[in-house]
């Protein structure tokens, strides 16, 4: 599956996009896990910028261009998710 950071996300991935292989039947909940556990901290090149953890808990998501607001639905290994965060602005 692919995943896609936006905003304060990619600053705290470090990285654009990124693809997942997890079991099948993995969970939104359980890919959100993982990227947690694989990005502890802000990128090198992100200086500055929060933890993945904390802007993932503010964050929105959609699941192949849906908003998917259920943490226990249930992915396909061709699923493309973004992560956004809040945006300022307008």
Not at 37 to 50: L, N, T, V
């Amino acid at each position: 599956m692919l995943i896609r950071y936006f905003g304060a996300a990619q600053a705290a991935a470090g990285v654009e996009e990124e693809k997942l292989v997890l079991p099948e039947g993995s969970t939104l909940a359980d890919v959100l896990a993982v990227l947690i556990r694989e990005h502890p901290s802000p990128g090198a090149q992100s200086k500055g910028a929060p933890a993945l953890e904390s802007v993932i808990a503010r964050s929105s998501f959609l699941r192949n261009e849906i908003a998917c607001k259920d943490r226990s639905a249930v992915l396909e290994d061709q699923d493309i998710i973004d992560i956004l965060p809040p945006f300022a602005g307008g």
